[in-house]
């Protein structure tokens, strides 16, 4: 649905790039101290050489930064810098710097164009493909927001080297997501090389970021507005990472590492339900054994919490007898499916309970 380019330097020839799409060189662009830091000098330095006129943001790295207030003041910079319709903004970062930077395209001068340079294995792979972007509110997680798809993606996995293992563990579960929901070769190809591509060996890095990022955007293509339950699909393992996350306050436990364990969850319950197979249960499992995450944070965060407050928590709000849980179920390995009809909670219990099981079994570091 977007173009997406990847290669590396995938900034070659930028300028040429962005008038085969109809854009002028003059570019906003925006990054978090983080990125700003690594890769900002030479990324401004490619844009002088290819002839653009920019105007450069920067915004803490942090998920408070995806506010409106942060959002409010980057249009009042803009505007000082007489930014207009003329424009077009690139975000340089993860997903916090994309959906922010996406929030404002959108928003800006009625809408301007965004283009993705996603620099996590999360962004490269998930939120800078599809088109939903959000601001936070104190109320609720990216309540506040668009469907504005980015003009271009450009990904070049060469940015990941200097990324932390946690988050390329968490950018590395929604990777394994779409072999469990989309793909069984895939997921058979992410089992045997997992090891060579959480350390970013090529070529099966570039290759499990590519295949990724096709998956979510042919995923997104089909259902743009989650209207036929396949865009749904994406949420394989999410809802009982929501509650997770929630109880982490959003905080504690990266989206991925919630997304892992709910994976779990989700393929006992395909289980215990009658749709997946014990072979399958059990292969899936062995893949999502070679997770890790940092020391006492499985403990802290998933087998110390009561499964009963979990459950709740995975509500989206607090008036649950009017509401039901939506879960995404695996039918086989590779193809999964929006459940419609209600599961009753000692199921979604016995399937929270039986994944401490398989956590604590393992290493607890
Ligand atoms: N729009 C969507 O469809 C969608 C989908 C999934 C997630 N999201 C959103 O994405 C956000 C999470 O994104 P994220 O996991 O990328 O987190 P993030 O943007 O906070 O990045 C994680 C950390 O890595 C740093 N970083 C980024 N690139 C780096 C690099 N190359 N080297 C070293 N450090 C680097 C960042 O500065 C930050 O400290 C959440 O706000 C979530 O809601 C959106
Ligand atoms: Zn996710």
Known sequence: MSTIIAGTPVTAGLGAL???HGMTKKTV???????RKLYGDELLRT???????????????????KSF???YRLYGTMIEADVDRSWNLLAVGGGVVGDLGGFIAASYYRGIPVIQLPTTLLAMTDSSIGGKVAINHPLGKNLIGFFHLPELVLIDPSYLKT????EIYSGMAEVVKYGFIADEDFLSFLDLHFKAITEL????????????????????TKDFREENGLRATLNFGHTFAHGLEKLAEYRHLRHGEAVTIGMVCALFLSHNLGYLDTVS???????????RFPKGL????????DSNILLENMFSDKKKLDKKLRFVLLKTLGEAFLLEENVDDKQALKAIDESKTFFSGKRLH
């Open 281 to 291: 249960l059990e292969r899936g499992l062995s893949i999502l054994k070679k997770f």
């Open 163 to 166: 990324l932390p293992e946690r």
């Open 201 to 220: 060996q090529e070529p099966w890095l570039t290759e499990a970021v590519k295949k990724s990022a096709f998956i979510k955007d042919d995923v997104v």
């Open 29 to 35: 662009v925006l990054f978090d101290e983080h990125t």
């Open 69 to 71: 207030s942060a959002a």
């Open 298 to 305: 499985l403990k802290r965060r998933f087998l110390d919490i």
């Open 47 to 65: 844009l002088t050489n290819e002839g653009f006129q920019y105007k450069e943001l920067v915004v803490p790295a942090r998920e408070a930064s």
């Open 18 to 20: 962005f008038a085969t």
